[in-house]
């Protein structure tokens, strides 16, 4: 469900992007001149260019709202910061996880696997 709902929001959106770039400018904007002679051009072309343009928004302004509930509706509750739950379960199979070097052992072990001397201070 959540899914289908998103599939049309994201339809909407490009369609509403689409309508508004392919609407003739008023003029006035940001000093840019509208122009004449666009290929929508006439007063029953720009009243019904924004109906769609209001009926595209109401739309994905419903869808919007829409999955919002329906992702409240699906949280499980749960918070990040537990932790605990998002672990996988620990395995009795598992090899245990190497002892970590104490104090002063952090040097690579050399070649004949023996720990390197650490270095002199003088």
């Given at each position: 469900?959540?899914?289908?709902?998103?599939v049309?929001h994201l339809?909407?959106?490009?369609?509403?992007?689409?309508?508004?770039?392919?609407?003739?400018?008023e003029?006035?904007g940001?000093?840019?001149?509208?122009?004449g002679?666009?290929?929508m051009?006439?007063?029953?072309?720009?009243t019904?260019?924004?109906?769609?343009t209001?009926?595209?928004?109401?739309?994905?302004?419903?869808?919007?709202?829409?999955?919002?509930?329906?992702a409240?509706?699906?949280?499980s509750?749960?918070?990040?910061?537990?932790?605990?739950?998002?672990?996988?379960?620990?395995?009795?199979?598992?090899?245990p996880?190497p002892?970590?070097?104490?104090?002063?052992?952090?040097?690579?072990?050399?070649?004949?696997?023996?720990?390197?001397?650490?270095?002199?201070?003088?």
């Amino acid at each position: 469900m959540e899914n289908v709902i998103l599939v049309i929001h994201l339809i909407l959106a490009l369609s509403l992007i689409g309508i508004v770039l392919m609407q003739r400018s008023e003029g006035g904007g940001l000093g840019i001149g509208g122009g004449g002679g666009g290929a929508m051009t006439g007063r029953q072309a720009a009243t019904a260019m924004t109906k769609l343009t209001w009926a595209l928004a109401v739309a994905f302004l419903v869808t919007s709202i829409t999955l919002t509930i329906v992702a409240a509706q699906n949280a499980s509750g749960t918070s990040v910061l537990d932790g605990d739950e998002l672990l996988p379960p620990a395995t009795e199979d598992a090899a245990p996880a190497p002892p970590a070097p104490a104090g002063d052992d952090l040097l690579p072990p050399s070649a004949d696997g023996a720990p390197a001397a650490p270095p002199r201070s003088e």
